[in-house]
């Protein structure tokens, strides 16, 4: 393993955090076409709340817009999505509802520039949820410290690290109190000794039994986070066990393939 | 020191040097000047040739400007006490400026009036400062920005009190039907419906409630009418409307062009580009002349007014097209983000993304701006009196017939005053919004 970035954490047994019997997500029978090209076939998904997915797969193979499909950033075009026991469809109401409900990351941060780190956390509780001014800075002093920030909260975006933007924000985020949260590539963009702060702070998240879904490259995070890895390749679920037996002892050829190029260095 | 470090250092300091001035040839006014003026030997000779160039020019020039000829109160005058001062070169002859001042500012309106248009130009800067210096002024103070575009019409076109108050209302009565709509059905159908009842309300209804609260209060001041109207008064209440009108409109066209919506993409890019490949004088032209033949005989639709609404449409496919500069330039990202956090589409365009596009695009509108204001001046083509207009008017009066430079550097300062002064605002409100950040 090359996941030098945990040799210091302590490991969690995924088995310790506790995973219900509600479902969060449940995604059936789902697919999707760019035009022409069918990005995802016959996705089948069932999330239980607590649970930490990481989906794994080389790009191109639809991660990605599989879980940005989840709060509707993309549309799907057959099959269903039932997240937290609403169904999304074209309902404006819905959507708005569900995307209050589920958290984002991005790659790029997405924080707002024109905002200051404080603001940036303020905007979605005092417009959507209708928070008082006074306790929306509340809130958002609380997970700003617990991203352990709080004294940045009146620069602006442009003024901090790659790290420090990221974990505004995942705080941002949570300032909305989702019940789900998703992570697309979170730490993509970012340089080695940022990656680290980002994790910790998602591994922190996780073991508070917040349901999670990463997009990540991370083995070592979904080795030691995840209850269940998912590996995707051409828009298809190929294949998905725990973290131990997926890295272990991979059943699919293209599972074998991706992962000796991945963790082979 | 040679007893303790003899052997490993070869020297230590042990008295810090105190900061001494730089040398004068590097700093302050010589230093400047020999760094930008005197760089080199071609540089040194372009600047002394474009040194005597400007004196001379200027030596040229300035008495022209310079001549004591503010009291005459015709051509004829002037060059009489040009002579009589022994100038043969002759000068400005600055009368004209003094004895028409009232014309060139107000037009034919009516001069036991004139502080009316005084008073609303002073409200027009305490409506403009909350917009202006947001940061600075109490928030409060908006309200008053609403309530001006009534208060100054009245002041400035006078009759009843009630026409502006009917036509508040007109405004009062969409909201209330909006939002009394709006919790039963969508909102664009109650929007919809919202405007077509404050339109049934201010061509029907208002004109009878007017009529009828005037008979029981008459409470009007003198009415003066458009044809009244002129110089920079014309031009100054055409262009404000204009510019005050165009950036919201630009705003929701520009939208609309980039809106999924087939049809309302189609009737934005329609009118766009309709508008855009018009001359402003034809517009104009259609405003004053034809108009009429469209419109039931008998209804006395105000030329000003016509004006205004031509004016500012073509001003507002511009500033679309500006304002869509603006959205291009900004990032998926930002519509992501806004949309992660469940903002709905309002809301994310009002608080993420109109603020980081009209920022990106504050020079383009800011141009737009310039550009109507001193397109303003095209109304003299279909006869309204604007400065241009009436400096023609009194190049034809006998007793300033032949006069021509002193008029057109007058009315162009002005103009200039005006639109260095915007251009300067933007600059400033440029540099308050830079955070540091892109």
């Known amino acids: 393993m090359s996941d030098t970035a945990f040799d210091t954490t302590p490991v969690i047994a995924p088995s310790a955090l506790k995973v219900s019997d509600e479902v969060a997500i449940e995604i059936s029978n789902m697919n ?234 | 020191m040679a007893d303790t470090h003899a052997e490993t250092v070869l020297f230590v300091r042990d008295t810090m040097l105190p900061q001494k001035e730089p040398p004068l040839s590097t700093v302050g006014p010589l230093g400047w000047a020999r760094g930008n003026l005197f760089s080199g030997w071609l540089n040194s000779i372009i600047t002394i040739v474009a040194f005597l160039f400007v004196v001379n020019l200027i030596a040229h020039l300035l008495p022209w400007f310079i001549s004591g000829t503010w009291n005459a109160n015709s051509l004829t005058d002037c060059r009489d006490m040009m002579a009589a001062a022994g100038r043969e070169q002759g000068g400005a002859c600055w009368g004209v400026i003094r004895e028409r001042w009232p014309q060139l500012m107000f037009g034919f309106y009516p001069s036991e009036l004139y502080w009316r248009p005084v008073l609303v130009l002073v409200l027009l800067f305490v409506a403009l400062a909350p917009i202006l210096f947001a940061d600075r002024t109490p928030t409060k103070m908006l309200g008053f920005t609403m309530l001006f575009p009534f208060i100054g019409a009245w002041l400035l076109w006078g009759g009843t009190i009630w026409n502006p108050i009917t036509a508040l209302l007109g405004f009062v009565i969409g909201y209330f039907v909006f939002t009394f709509l709006s919790r039963v059905v969508n909102a664009g159908i109650s929007l919809f419906l919202a405007a077509i009842a404050a339109f049934v309300w201010w061509s029907v209804l208002s004109g009878y409630v007017v009529s009828g609260l005037s008979a029981i209060a008459p409470l009007a001041i003198h009415s003066v009418q458009s044809r009244e109207f002129g110089g920079f008064l014309l031009s100054i209440t055409i262009g404000v409307t204009a510019i005050m009108f165009s950036l919201p409109i630009g705003i929701l066209l520009a939208l609309g062009r980039r809106s999924d919506l087939p049809l309302v993409k189609a009737l934005c890019v329609g009118f766009i580009e309709f508008i855009r490949g018009v001359p402003l004088i034809t517009l104009l032209f259609v405003a004053s002349t034809l108009l009429n033949i469209f419109l039931p005989p008998g209804t006395n639709f105000d030329i000003i007014l016509r004006v205004m609404i031509m004016t500012t449409l073509f001003a507002s496919a ?113 540099r308050k919004l830079q955070t540091g950040h892109r």
């Open chain 1, 32 to 265: 999707k076409w760019y035009g022409s090209f069918h990005v995802l076939r016959d996705i089948d998904l069932t999330v239980h709340r607590g649970e930490r997915i990481v989906i794994a797969g080389p790009s191109g193979s639809g991660k990605s817009t599989m879980i940005r499909c989840i709060n509707r950033l993309e549309e799907h075009q057959s099959g269903k999505i039932i997240v937290d026991g609403t169904e999304l469809t074209s309902d404006l109401k819905n959507i708005d509802k569900i995307r209050s409900e589920v958290g984002m990351c991005f790659q790029h941060f997405n924080l707002f520039p024109h905002l200051t780190i404080l603001e940036n956390c303020t905007l979605a509780p005092i417009w959507v949820r209708k928070t008082p001014k006074k306790e929306a800075v509340e809130t958002a002093m609380h997970f700003l410290e617990k991203v352990k920030i709080p004294d940045q909260a009146n620069k602006y975006p442009g003024q901090l690290s790659g790290g420090q933007q990221q974990r505004v924000a995942i705080a941002r985020s949570l300032c909305m109190k989702p019940r789900i949260m998703l992570f697309d590539e979170p730490t993509s963009a970012l340089d080695p000794e940022m990656i680290k702060e980002v994790l910790d702070t998602m591994i922190e998240l996780a073991q508070e039994g917040m349901t999670m879904i990463c997009v990540t490259h991370e083995m070592g995070f979904a080795r030691q986070v995840a209850n269940r890895v998912i590996f995707m390749d051409q828009g298809q679920i190929v294949e998905q066990n725990e973290p131990e037996e997926f890295f272990n002892n991979p059943r699919s050829e293209r599972t074998k393939l991706f992962l000796s190029q991945i963790l082979g260095h």
């Open chain 2, 318 to 430: 511009y500033m679309a097209e500006v304002v869509r500069g603006g959205l291009a330039a900004l990032g998926k990202g930002q519509y992501e983000g806004a949309d992660s956090l469940g903002l709905d589409y309002w809301q994310a365009q009002r608080l993420i993304v109109m603020p980081q596009a009209l920022k990106i695009s504050i020079p383009g509108i800011v141009s737009t701006f310039i550009g109507v204001f001193k397109d303003t001046t095209l109304v003299s083509i279909i006869s309204m009196f604007d400065p241009l207009g009436l400096a023609n008017a009194i190049r034809a009066d006998a007793n300033w017939n032949g006069i021509y430079w002193e008029l057109f550097i007058f009315i162009g300062a002005v103009f200039f005053i005006f639109c260095f002064s915007m251009s300067r605002y933007s600059m400033y409100l440029e």
